[in-house]
């Protein structure tokens, strides 16, 4: 079975958007998705990236075009539901830890639709433990098992492997996609990701 290597953190909304748009790709060539946690403030650190609204900020129109894109991406493919996260940029330490071990106890599928949901649809403030739990709660996830899981020092390992494993690869940024060694950065690059899983 073909795969699709998918690099996220939660505190980019257009891995937010690519995830949605992701489980349409792979049910229409039988593609697997493999969702990796990685740290994007990590990714940037090693890389020496930085944020959209910081890299682009002095470019005269370039954030207006950015946004006007996001809209268009949107609206393409139905995502009604996003909206921006009045708390961006938020801290997203806790629960991309917390993805780990939601990866390593079987339920990252399940995680990640709530995680996202939260940040990108609910507007909710996702490095307030208090605010995680409660939403891992109501969607019957174990909030209490995870905020003790994030303390293990496995957890914190396989987090920052992930990371440095995805800069090595060539990664510098959220979302990226990988199909065997090709990789895509963007979710304006999901067209290409689905032409090759195609051909």
């Known amino acids: 079975m073909k795969q699709i290597d998918f690099i996220f953190d939660f505190g980019s909304p257009n891995a937010y958007l690519a995830h949605h748009v992701l489980t349409d790709i792979a049910a229409r060539t039988g593609a697997r998705v493999n969702p990796i ?3 994007l403030g990590g990714i940037f650190k090693a890389t020496g990236n930085q944020a959209p609204m910081l890299a682009f900020a002095g470019i005269k129109g370039k954030m207006a075009y950015e946004m006007l894109e996001m809209r268009r991406f949107i609206a393409r493919h139905g995502l ?3 909206k921006m996260n009045a708390h961006f940029p938020v801290n997203t330490l806790l ?3 917390s993805a780990v071990a939601a990866e390593q106890a079987g339920f990252l599928p399940a995680y990640m639709a709530a995680g996202f949901q939260a940040m990108w649809e609910d507007d909710r403030k996702m490095d307030e433990p208090e ?7 109501k969607a019957g996830l ?3 098992a995870l905020l003790t899981a994030v303390q293990d020092e496995t ?3 396989q987090l920052a492997a992930n990371t440095a494993a995805a800069v090595e690869r060539g990664c510098f940024g959220v979302p990226t996609f990988y199909v065997g060694d090709e990789m895509f950065f963007g979710k304006e690059r999901l067209v290409q990701v689905e032409q090759l899983l195609r051909s």
């Open 155 to 157: 957890v914190k390992a």
């Open 37 to 39: 946690p990685c740290l």
């Open 142 to 144: 174990d909030a209490a």
């Open 95 to 97: 629960l991309m830890r």
């Open 80 to 82: 009604t539901r996003f």
């Open 131 to 137: 605010i995680f739990a409660e939403v891992m709660d």
